[in-house]
């Protein structure tokens, strides 16, 4: 094995622990984005005519914080574990979540399309657009963190066995 290969390596682990990271925080956004119109939406803090009720999917999307918790736990001793849990994790608090988000939006969105009709709101816009927007957002979000962690492990695996054969 060629000395070059193992800074290659951590230099390629490195980047995409930085990757990760930056999704990390956009995800933390848009998740206290959502706690925020939820907290106002039900705190009553606004008219409904300023801001809606919250969707049924935005409750169970609370819990993706969870996932990119794991992912950063992960990072400080390249805890494999933490990150495969991360990564299914993200699957049932994250995706699913937004999978149903855009079924139950759906009617709306497609009241909307057709009739030009919104009967929710978000400071004077539709609602379904808005949170269409920002589910559409999370879901960019949530697949490049999938696939940079898969890159992350298949790394760390990669520097694992190569450990072991030394």
């Known amino acids: 094995?060629?000395?070059?290969d193992d800074k290659s390596v951590a230099g390629e682990v490195v980047t995409l622990k930085?990757?990760?990271?930056?999704?990390?925080?956009?995800?933390?956004?848009?998740?206290?984005?959502?706690?925020?119109?939820m907290s106002v939406g039900h705190l009553r803090l606004l008219s409904h005519d300023q801001v809606a009720m919250p969707y049924q999917w935005e409750y169970p999307y609370l819990?993706?914080?969870?996932?990119?918790?794991l992912g950063l736990l992960?990072?400080?001793?390249?805890?494999?574990?933490?990150?495969?849990?991360?990564?299914?994790?993200?699957?049932?608090?994250s995706i699913a979540p937004l999978i149903y988000g855009s079924m139950e939006m759906f009617p709306a969105a497609q009241q909307l399309y057709r009739h030009g009709k919104a009967y929710r709101f978000l400071f004077g816009f539709s609602a379904v657009s808005v949170m269409y927007l920002v589910l559409v957002l999370a879901v960019q979000v949530h697949a490049w963190q999938l696939y940079y962690s898969k890159k992350l492990l298949d790394s760390w695996f990669t520097s694992t066995q190569e450990k072991k054969r030394k």
């Open 18 to 37: 930085f990757e990760i990271k930056k999704l990390i925080y956009v995800h933390l956004v848009i998740w206290l984005l959502l706690v925020a119109k």
């Open 63 to 69: 819990l993706s914080v969870v996932p990119s918790l």
């Open 74 to 93: 992960s990072f400080p001793r390249n805890n494999i574990s933490y990150l495969v849990l991360s990564m299914i994790s993200m699957g049932l608090f």
């Open 1 to 4: 094995m060629h000395p070059l």
